[in-house]
Each structure stands twice: as C-alpha cells, then as structure tokens.
C-alpha cells in the first residue's frame, strides 16, 4: 500500500466513526422493560443447558425443546408445562474416547441435540453431537409419553461434531438437506441431502471455503411455473471470499440454491450438485469498507400470492470490532432467483504472482445453462434428469459455481440499523392496523437476552420496545412463531420463554398507547385502556404512521403528592419517563425550572440542594416527546413541597425518658466503674506511678543520668578514635548446645573472641546484664 493512503485511511478513519456516531441511522427503543417473571412463561430444568433446537407440533398442540442430552414435549399454550421429555446421554465409554481425543469431558462430550424435524408419518427425526461422533434416531409421542426408536443411524454429515460450529438443516419430503462438516476435525464442509441418492458438495474452496452456516429454507417454484421449473433449496451462510484480491481473509455472506431433483451427474460429478450455485449478499451499513455478516434469516411469504412475492429477512453483523452496529435487511425471493436464472459468472484466471483471480466469465455459456433445474427446455431436448446432462455444462459448474451479481437488499439500504447488543436472532410477523394497512412487525433477539420489537414505516425506522426475556442476560439462540397461539418462543443456554406478540397493558395513559405506534395495540375510550385489536370489537384509537396523540381524550389531572424538608437539607423527587425517547422539564410554580447549584436535573428526578423558605411551591414533571405530527408534552408528576420553620413545633424534641433513656445510663454508669477499677488496680501494681511520687521519681532518674554521663565522659579522645567492635553476646540468658547459627566451629569462636578482645579499645561501658526472666523485659 502506498504510504499516502495509509496514512489518508488513518486520517479519515476518525472522521468516519464521528459521522457513525451521529449518524441517524442509529435507532434506540422507545422503550426498555427490565427483566421480570411476569414478561413470559420460562421453561428450565436444574443441570440441563442449551435450550437451542426447537420444533413446532401444532398438529399435537407441543413445542418440542431440544437441549443437552435430554427432548422436551412442552405445552404449546405454556410452556412451563412439561407434557413429557426423554434423556438420550452419552455413555461412559464415549465420553471416555471424546475426552482421548483432546475434547473437554464435562462441555464437549455431551449429546446436544442439533436436527429436530417432523415426517410425514408423524414421527420425529432427532440428532445430537454424541461426544463428537454425531448420531440420529427416531422420536415419537404418544399417549403422554416420548420414546427413542433406538436406531442409532449415522449423523455423519447431518448433524455436526462439534456443539459449539454452525449449521443449517431442514426436512423437504421425507429427505434431510443439511449443510455442516463431515469430520472430526470440521475441515469438510458440506451441503448434504440425504434419502435413496444422497447428493453432497464438491470438497473444493470455489464451492465452500471455510464456511459458517446460518439457515436453509424450502421454496415451490415449480407451483404455477410455466417454464416447468423445478422446487428449490435455499442456503445461506458466510465464507471466505475466493474472490477477494486482498492479503487479509475476507468474509462475505452467501445465499446457494440446489434443485431438488437434482440426482447428480453420470460421470462428471457424480452423486454430487450439479445444481449449485452461489452468490454474493450485501447489506450495506453506512459506507462500511468491510461488508457486514449475515447471522440469521427468515423466510415470510403471503399466503394469498405465489413465491415470487416471499421475503428473506436477514439480520447481520459487523466482521470487526470496531463498529457495534447490527442491521436488518430485506431481500425480494424474485431478485435473488433471478440473479440464478439469468446472471453472469465469475470465474478463476491464473496470473503471474501465483495466485488467482476471479473475473467475470465472458465467454459463451454452454447449453443447457450451467445451475439450472431441468426445465421444459431441456426436456424438448430430451433431457429429463440431471444424469443426461452433457460433460460440458458439468465441467462448467463443477470450475464455476459463483455468481458475479451481488444481491442488494429492498431499496439497497437496511429496515434497520441500531447499535448496541449484537443481533443473534430474527423473526417477522405481518398484522392490520386500525387503519386498514398491514405491517411487518420484526421481532430480534439479542446476545444480552433481549428481544426487540421493531418496525419500518416507509423508511422511518422504529423501535418500539426492548424487553429482557433471561436472568442474568444470556444470548438469545432461537426464535420460534406459532400461527395457532399467535406466541414467540425463544431459547437460551439456560431456559425457554413464551412471549406474547402483544404488550398492549404496559401503556398506562392514551398518549403513551398511541405514541409506541404499534400496530397491535390502540386505546378504548370505553374502558380507558391501552388494549390488543385483536382483544375488542369497538373502534380504538391508534396512529402507527404519525404517531398523532392528539387524537387521545383529555387526560386526568395528575395528584399532586406532599413533601415536606427541612432548612439547609436535601430533596430528590422522582420522575419516571414513559419513553427514552422523551425528555423531562421541571416547573415550580409554573414557571420553567433552570439547572443551578441549588437544582439538579437527574434523568428520573430533581434534586434540591440546601433547601430555604424560597424553595416552596408547587413542582411539576413534564415529560416532551416528539412525533411525525407534533411535539407532545405531558405531566408525568406533581410534588406541593413545603420548607418546614424553625419556630414550629414539627421539630423533634430529644427524648429524655422512657426505656431507651434508662437503659443507655446504666450502661455509661457500669463503663464508669470499670474505668475505675482498671485504673485502682494499675496504682496498685505500680504500672502507673501515684501523683505524689512524680517528683521523686523523676529526680532520681536524672542524677542516674548524670553519674552515668560523667562516667562515659572518662573515656580518652585517642581511645574513642577507634573503631569499636560490637560485643558479641546474647541478650537472653541460655544454654549453647552445641548448636550455631553460623559456619565456625566452637574452637574458631573461641580464637576469633580472642584476637577481638586483644585489638578492642579499653571502653568503659555500662555491663549488660543476662535476663533469666522474660517478664522482666
């Protein structure tokens, strides 16, 4: 890189984080609801974790849970009912031979179950990891009661080794299609359809280079089809890029699509795809350098049109950290389609640096079309199955499976963009408002265990609350809808909740229902609540597109409440926002109320700071909120508060009987005497000299002073001149047992004390005294 633009992409790199700090495409909840148990019915058993694979059985009126080695029957309605469960564990022995092979015995070498789908006989097809060496059998329910078949066929390439890799998996006829890693060691990635001709990936990068898998989906384009098109398989995933012309791996996301009759070639790749197409998908965020990372998707289709009109929903992440941005974005099912059916190649060119490039392949195409299910076309040409397709068209897919095409979203920008906790999970729900329109309502969960309730209204995004579904916040790892119960499920590594599309009875006051803009809920002028559409026949008041409050009835006066405080002390009265998004002003009096040294604007309150009669008066919480019609301003509190006199009688007088009183004086009385005690019996031990010996005593001690002054002042100048050797005896009186502290012998001692006393100076000092009795120290 020239060093010129590295050093402009340091420059503008702090540029770019300011415009995506203020940038309005940073979108916060209206609303923030703390955790509580009342949010949702929580489904958990003690010692079992990672409730993450979930089945709907609406046919059985159960949601099937599958988490570490243990499938759970739940009741559809509640889930913290359990209609039924079995254990599928691992054994001794296969933990024992996990654990051999490097994994950890009490995380890795578990059974967790990945594959739970629904046949066409009723019966459950079920998969877990099995300590690294993955396994399948078959569930049924019946009579209250689940049981395993105990089949034990191989999951070799259905589920994946490894618990914590990503994979996708879904159930088409009676025929598994999964994409995850054939090995141990998940180095094999593959898409996988297993049934009486099992077809599989090529093991090659141009097919799939190190892939992270997200979601498959089911798509009848065969319904109504007048070319004779064939069923397709969606797959959507992330890898790294062939393609890139950089130093750094880039990841990018894909979606791949496979035809369902698709029986693999004759010579040429056989019993693989020969429908296997991928492309690229983007979700552009702000001018982002690094393309953003797909994480989930949900597929959403109007049951009165064909599939052209289905919508993928796709939410992604950030590859890097230095952004926290998450996004959703919509993808029409007919783009996409199309970029397969009519769009340009790319494919590898060899250059001289030794490495390849991927450009788009000019050249002609071969016929039938490289990809394409067996059609019409190929049928005139007697062409009936993928085994008479010719070498050609083989080869060619087989070298080419990438398109040149990149997939933009709907209106190429996101429904959404918020930063903070990461996006995990997506689920889209469509309901009529009162006014007659029908929205798209997404549901997101996050990895701090919240759930988002969003919407996009013609551009506008909007989020109408955030709620805290576990505790402590754990990621949120599946989201599931029942059309029958209208409820969403989630699962975590320790639990499953229930949640209700629908949380109308948070919104207190008709400002406050009509100001969320949710399309579910709307206020009864009747009954005087925020209630569901759903839930009432009578016309309701709502306003999902311009969030018009004015439509609301007069609201109550709010009560004021008292406070009393005294001269010179401190106050803090409270108000709570209904909403983030609104901002709080203070009035006393009904004038406008100005931060000072004396007033302190908290987000959920005021603080009054040394209090004087000035400060009475009556003091109002007004809560503004804006809208696409208007600013809103309502008042949320009222406090009268009064400054209490020193001359009145409210002060409290300082209590000189009763119990507490007589109670504190025996105790000071009893500390008095012992004081006394104490001190009599140090006078008498002679610790503390009596007050008429001070003198004598302190004489005494200062002509022992002198005398022992004048003694040591007898020592000759050229004598003191010398060095002094410190006299080496113990302070303690005891024994030598032979024993020593250094290296000399006793015999060495014995000359070393010689020569010293011989060379030392003739030193009058006072003698040192042994001290046989410790307590004399």
Same mark, same amino acid.
Request: glycine share 6%; hydrophobic share 35%; proline share 6%.
């Given at each position: 890189?020239? +060093? ?6 340091? @420059? ?21 609801? +703390? ?34 080695? $243990? ?27 996990c654990k051999n092979k490097g994994k950890d015995p009490?995380?890795?070498? %578990? ?24 396994? /399948? ?17 191989? !999951? ?50 141009? @097919?799939?280079?190190? +892939? ?6 089911? &798509?009848?384009?065969?319904? %109504? ?74 597929? @959403? ?27 959703? /974005? ?5 783009? *996409? ?6 769009? %340009? ?23 039938p079309r490289p990809g394409a299910c067996i059609n ?65 309502? &997404? ?42 119960? !209208? ?53 309701? *008041? ?6 018009? $409050? ?140 009596? +007050? ?56 060495? $001692? ?28």
């Open positions: 890189m020239h +060093p010129l633009l590295s050093l402009s992409f340091f @420059w503008l790199l702090p540029l770019a984080l300011m415009l995506e700090e203020d940038s309005p495409l940073d979108c916060a909840p209206r609303k923030s609801v +703390p955790y509580h148990r009342n949010n949702a019915h929580l489904f958990y058993e003690e010692g079992v974790f990672n409730y993450s694979t979930m089945l709907l059985r609406e046919d059985l009126n159960l949601l099937m849970l599958g988490a570490r080695e $243990a499938v759970y029957a739940l009741d559809l309605s509640n889930i913290s009912k359990k209609r039924a469960s079995v254990k599928w564990e691992v054994t001794q022995k296969q933990k024992d031979e009490e995380t890795e070498c %578990k059974n967790y179950i990945r594959i739970l789908h629904k046949m066409k006989d009723d019966r459950m097809y079920v998969c877990g990891t099995n300590a690294f060496d993955p396994e /399948c059998d078959y569930m049924s329910y019946a009579d209250g009661t689940l049981t395993l078949e105990k089949k034990e066929e191989d !999951g070799k390439g259905k589920c994946p080794f490894d618990p914590f890799q990503r994979y996708a998996s879904i159930m088409v006829d009676n025929s598994l299609y999964s994409a995850t890693s054939m090995n141990f060691l998940g180095s094999e990635p593959v898409l996988l359809r297993s049934s009486a001709v099992s077809i599989r990936t090529e093991f090659k990068s141009s @097919w799939l280079n190190e +892939p992270s898998f997200v979601s498959m989906a089911e &798509m009848p384009e065969s319904e %109504k089809s007048q070319e004779g098109d064939d069923d397709k398989v969606y797959l959507f995933f992330s890898e790294t890029a062939v393609e890139c012309d950089c130093y750094n791996k880039l990841v990018v996301s894909r979606v791949a699509r496979v035809c369902k009759g698709d029986l693999g070639g004759q010579r040429t790749l056989q019993k693989k795809w020969t429908s296997f197409l991928k492309a690229r998908m983007d979700c552009p965020v702000l001018d982002s350098q690094l393309p953003y990372i797909i994480q989930d998707t949900y597929l @959403w289709c109007d049951p009165q049109q064909d599939w052209k009109h289905c919508l993928f929903y796709a939410i992604f992440t950030p590859q890097s950290d230095t952004s926290d941005l998450s996004a959703v /974005c919509a993808y029409q099912v007919s783009d *996409i389609s199309r970029v397969f059916a009519e769009g %340009k190649y790319k494919t590898p060119v060899p250059v001289e640096t030794s490495f390849v490039k991927w450009v788009m392949y000019s050249g002609d195409v071969p016929t019409n076309e190929a049928r005139k040409a007697g062409i009936t199955q993928t085994l008479d397709l010719p070498d050609r068209t083989l080869q060619f897919i087989k070298d080419r499976p990438l398109m040149d095409q990149v997939i933009q979203p709907i209106g190429e920008k996101p429904l959404l963009v918020r930063r903070g906790a990461t996006f995990t999970r997506i689920i889209v729900n469509r309901v009529q408002a009162a006014d007659g329109e029908k929205y798209h309502v &997404m549901f997101i969960g996050t990895e701090k265990g919240t759930m988002l309730k969003a919407l996009n209204y013609q551009g506008e995004m909007f989020i109408i609350e955030e709620t805290q579904l576990f505790q402590p916040p754990e990621p949120v790892k599946i989201l599931k809808f029942s059309h029958v119960t !209208g409820q969403l499920y989630a699962g975590s590594d320790y639990g499953a909740v229930q949640i209700p599309l629908a949380s109308c009875e948070r919104s207190l006051s008709c400002m406050d229902c009509i100001l969320a803009r949710d399309p579910y809920c709307g206020w009864d002028k009747d009954v005087g609540k925020c209630v569901a559409l759903s839930d009432s026949q009578r016309e309701l *008041i709502q306003s999902v597109k311009a969030g018009n $409050a004015s439509l609301c009835p007069n609201a109550d006066p709010v009560k004021p409440m008292n406070q009393s405080i005294w001269p010179g002390g401190n106050l803090k009265l409270s108000c709570p926002l209904p909403s983030n998004l609104a901002k709080t002003s203070w009035q006393r009096d009904s004038s406008p109320l100005t931060p000072s040294a004396r007033f302190q604007l908290l987000q959920d309150g005021l603080l009054i700071f040394n209090a004087s009669d000035s400060d009475s008066g009556l003091y109002s919480c007004l809560s503004v909120e804006s809208s696409k019609t208007a600013e809103y301003t309502t008042t949320v509190a009222e406090y009268h508060v009064t400054v209490a006199s020193a001359g009145g009688q409210i002060f409290p007088r300082a209590q000189t009987e009763g119990p507490s009183v007589v109670g504190l004086k025996a105790v000071v009385g009893l500390l008095v005497v012992c004081l006394l005690v104490l001190l009599a019996w140090n006078f008498y031990k002679g610790h503390l000299p009596l +007050p008429w010996n001070c003198g004598k005593t302190n004489s005494k001690q200062t002509q022992e002073y002198r005398e022992e002054g004048a003694l040591n002042s007898g020592v000759h100048y050229q004598e003191a001149q010398r060095p002094a050797v410190a006299e080496d005896k113990p302070l303690v009186s005891g024994r030598n047992n032979g024993s020593s502290n250094n290296n000399h012998t006793g015999g060495e $001692a014995a000359h070393s004390d010689a020569r010293e006393e011989n060379d030392a100076p003739r030193v009058s000092l006072p003698s040192l005294q042994y001290i046989d009795d410790e307590s004399e120290i």
